[in-house]
């Protein structure tokens, strides 16, 4: 793989577009519309999207409108780039067809926010915003290039909101870390970065979620029981600590306290999280030097 085509070291998607209930953890019905609440707004659309690849797809386009916007709104990345980006490598035909297929459910759902002003990014009552993600073209079949390199336009609020940086910071790596066996801890993982995250001191930062209906439907679930859920929640916990090295020297746990369920996590600050990492690799420079001895 070429330095051209190195995945980008993190991706900065529209937050509230992240937070919210579109991105299904399971199989989609993309015909079927769907109406779901979070804990801030209520976001309808003419199908659900899924979460991987699609929302890695979007995420990866809005970094790189980020990095190099154009007066016309309009870039052209090759299928071939993006594909890199999210395999490490160069794409086989079946990651190309991947890549294709999310790009065409982008483009093809529509949303409806109630209660966010996508305009803007403020949350208001009785507020209705409709719009697409983004305007998708197929290259020339007389292309002489052969690259495959589609046009893409995110819609004009989502280019708004990310110039404004209404956006969410997520490492790139662990957001490909997460394999199809592990969604909702994916699904959850982007959810608690979305959160308002508070210094408690000792170079730690935390907050705290509580699990019900309105939580459930953001992050994609549908079980039967109350109960179900939370076992479910507690298990992508685990999940996110395994996965996650940030969360690993943190906490992240399911607990009961005053008659209601609460997802409570705890970790360490970006500062103190790059001492820590500048010194791990430290240590390991000196291991590896000591051996190499």
């Given amino acids: 793989?070429?330095?051209?085509?190195?995945?980008?070291?993190s991706v900065r998607p529209e937050r509230a577009l992240s937070r919210s209930g579109l991105w299904a953890t399971g199989p989609v019905q993309l015909q079927l519309p769907f109406e779901a609440s979070g804990l801030s707004e209520r976001i309808q659309a003419s199908g659900r999207l899924k979460l991987t690849p699609d929302f890695d797809v979007l995420a990866w386009?809005?970094?790189?409108?980020?990095?190099?916007?154009?007066?016309?709104?309009w870039m052209r990345p090759t299928l071939y780039e993006i594909g890199c980006s999210l395999y490490r490598a160069a794409p086989t035909g079946e990651n190309y067809r991947d890549v294709r297929s999310a790009?065409?459910?982008?483009?093809?759902?529509?949303?409806?926010?109630?209660?966010?002003?996508?305009?803007?990014?403020?949350f208001r009552d009785n507020w209705l915003s409709r719009s697409n993600l983004l305007e998708l073209g197929r290259p020339s079949r007389d292309d002489p290039t052969g690259l495959q390199r589609p046009s893409i336009r995110l819609a004009e609020w989502l280019r708004l909101a990310l110039a404004e940086e209404r956006v969410v910071r997520l490492p790139w790596r662990t957001l490909r870390l997460f394999d199809q066996r592990q969604q909702l801890a994916k699904r959850l993982w982007i959810y608690l970065a979305c959160e308002r995250w508070k210094p408690i001191g000792s170079g730690q930062e935390g907050t705290w979620v509580v699990l019900g209906d309105r939580l459930f439907a953001a992050l994609g679930m549908n079980y039967a029981q109350p109960r179900q859920a939370r076992a479910?929640?507690?298990?992508?916990?685990?999940?996110?600590?395994?996965?996650?090295?940030?969360?690993?020297?943190?906490?992240?746990?399911?607990?009961?306290?005053?008659?209601?369920?609460?997802?409570?996590?705890?970790?360490?600050?970006?500062?103190?999280?790059?001492?820590?990492?500048k010194e791990r690799e430290r240590v390991r420079r000196a291991i590896s030097e000591s051996l190499a001895a």
């Fill in 61 to 73: 386009i809005c970094e790189r409108w980020q990095a190099r916007p154009t007066d016309s709104g």
């Fill in 232 to 277: 479910a929640i507690k298990r992508a916990c685990e999940t996110v600590r395994r996965v996650d090295a940030r969360y690993a020297a943190g906490e992240l746990q399911v607990v009961k306290t005053f008659g209601s369920w609460k997802i409570i996590a705890k970790r360490p600050g970006w500062e103190a999280w790059r001492k820590e990492s």
């Fill in 1 to 9: 793989m070429s330095r051209r085509h190195e995945p980008p070291h």
């Fill in 103 to 122: 790009l065409d459910r982008l483009a093809w759902v529509t949303v409806t926010i109630d209660g966010y002003d996508i305009e803007s990014g403020e």
